[in-house]
């Protein structure tokens, strides 16, 4: 076969490709994007025009992040996941790097907590790279395991994702180490873990919350803003005042919503961090239920093509990446949203593509950019393709 027949062959195959590639996906991610930019301006213009400033400020800031995000995803889809494995150990001690210096004097603090670096006008959250930077090491590690996970493996990967969620849990910043967890499990599993060593790894996951917990790791109101959740009633003043403002907004909403910029409890700045933790409740007063449903529908839809994906992938690290993504998506997106309904404990996670700031974005855009490379990769290299291009090398 002469060379212009393999350039042939190869064609077929790229444009095979990218009939599969899925689109929906990436659009439907950047279409929630897009609406969270609209949200965070919703929910930030009334308090910066009241105190004299742009009511664009947030708005800007949002969108350019958006834009960074991405151009990241759009990058990661270009990298074959399974040619990044000495740049998965770079990511992950840049990230354990970054988590050791922002507990130094370097680091920045608010709120309580030590976790980001200022840099100018704006910050960065090394916490919020943790969890990819752990899932992606995580399905390397295990990648080339056969069968279930030997316990030298097992106690390969809790020594790799107890480093960073040690760091993490000292800032504190406890959603990010419960994420971490979450994903942490799931990929354990997906590898087939042993059920005697998952209830050891349960156990122990329980008594380190209580260790946490005894050795005052977290503070007084960090437990009670935790719990609030299960006594609201009787805190609406104090450490349940956001859930209880949350509530409110989401429920005067209604079914159909306020209309954009007409909600009270969103444009009177009544909750507090509403661009960030609470973004979904912009999204409840301003649009009611069927707007809400609509935007947790189109969430639906994304964990749905990331769990085609794993479903479709042929190799074991592929299978383990995509899983991790799947589960830090999922979870993310539950967490947060049932925690603005009083349904889960408040724990500061950011609702992907929607909440404001930049870490957070780069983060989740860059995961499903892992996602759909997964996804590209395993319907380009069809076996009979591969072995077409193989008989025309040897001819």
Known sequence: MTNFSIVQSRRRIVRESL????????????????????????????????????????????????????????????????????????????????????????????????????????????????TLAILIMVAFYLGDEEGFISLKKLGGVLVLAGIPMALVIKQPDVGTAIIIGVVLLSQLVVSRIKLSHLMVLVSLGILGIYVVIKLHVLQKYQLDRLTSFLHTNSNASTTGYNLAQS???????????????????????????????????????QFGFVGGSIVIAAFGYVCWRVWHIVSIARDKTGRVLASGVLSLLAFSIFQNVAMTMGIMPITGIPLPFMSYGGSAALSFFTAVGIALGIGFRNARYLPEDKRALQMMRRE
Request: hydrophobic fraction near 50%; aromatic fraction near 12%; glycine fraction near 12%.
């Open 19 to 130: 009939l599969h590639f899925d689109y929906t996906l990436m659009l439907v991610t950047i279409g929630l994007a897009m609406v969270g930019v609209l949200m965070v301006y919703s929910a930030t213009r009334g308090l910066l025009i009241s105190n004299g400033l742009s009511p664009s400020y947030y708005l800007k800031r949002q969108a350019l992040w958006v834009i960074l995000g991405i151009l990241a995803m759009i990058v990661t889809v270009f990298v074959d996941y399974r040619h990044i494995r000495r740049l998965a150990y770079v990511v992950y001690g840049g990230v354990v790097l970054g988590l050791v210096g922002v507990l130094s004097p370097f680091g920045h603090s608010a709120l309580g907590a030590q976790r980001w670096f200022q840099l100018g006008p704006l910050q960065l959250q090394p916490s919020e790279f943790a």
């Open 247 to 285: 509530k409110i907004a989401i429920g005067a909403g209604g079914i159909y919503g306020k209309g954009l910029f007409h909600g009270t409890q969103t444009n009177l700045s009544y909750v507090p961090e509403q661009q960030t933790d609470f973004i979904f409740t912009a999204v409840g007063e």
